[in-house]
């Protein structure tokens, strides 16, 4: 099975449930290149909050066991790419009996669709997109492949590639959108709902975040509040320098210090490798022109936003 979020959680319950792979000689393979954060439990629902930070592969396979001990399974953190045909060889595939795609974009699909028309493997396709489903069961020589049907063109990038691993260009415009939205849209419209109506804003805040979330979106309309009661643009320029070293200085620090450029998966492969590049911090300098602007206008946005001059 390659990939184990919602569907993946879905199927590993499945297949624990009616014994797939419990008999002599059974075995279930699952990969998830991925990590499991907050925004995943409210629909990966084999994840808890203390398994955060954990890889979705594992933990899963491990609560599958929990669900029926007599389940085989092995858990891999590779991404299934032309880059980890190493791991993922000539003697893998052969020695499978069927494959399941559980994957979040369409790329991937294709990938694994033609290595199961190439070593002429059953495939069972599916996904999901908000409230609608699909699934497809494909047959050497008896239905057509995946690829053989066109898709619509994708509507958006999942949240996991672009918070972990973007590598295209369009990643990063949609990781730079969703910041701005964040930051200079959905905080002042929290703020401005709070102070309207208190006890509202928080009936619905309980109802559709966790105890955790909720702590953390008051903490920001705290911010909010306290910035717009000083009225100062030094203190626009304040917040704006942090949230530069924040998010390309400090954070990617506190990653590569979990994960360091010689970092090795499970497996023993680099653990920086295809996709995954290794990001590098930024230390804010004022005499670099992209720096200063990003600072200046940021500043300006928050500036803006709370009616400073």
Known sequence: MVGAGALGC?????????GLGCGEGGLVQVTD???IEV????????FRKNNVGSSKSLTACQIGKQMNPGLNVIAHTSL????TENVFNDAFWEDLDFIVNAVDNVKARHYVDGRCVWFEKPLLE???????ANSQMIIPHKTQCYSDSQDPPEESIPMCTLRHFPNQIEHCIEWGRDKF?????DRAQDTISFLQDPAKFMTQLRQNTTSSGAKAQLEEIKKVVHLASEGQFSQCVRVARDLFDHDYDHD????KSIFPDDHKDAAGNPFWSGPKRAPHPITFNVEDELHFNYVFSCANLIAFNLGVP
Do not use: H, W
């Open 80 to 83: 299934v790419s032309p880059n």
């Open 39 to 46: 925004s995943n439990l409210n629909r990966q629902f084999l």
């Open 252 to 255: 990617i620090r506190d990653l």
């Open 181 to 185: 939205n964040t930051f200079f849209t």
């Open 10 to 18: 879905e199927y590993i319950k499945a297949f624990a449930m009616m």
């Open 126 to 132: 599916s996904g999901t997109l908000g409230t609608k």
């Open 33 to 35: 290149n991925d990590n």
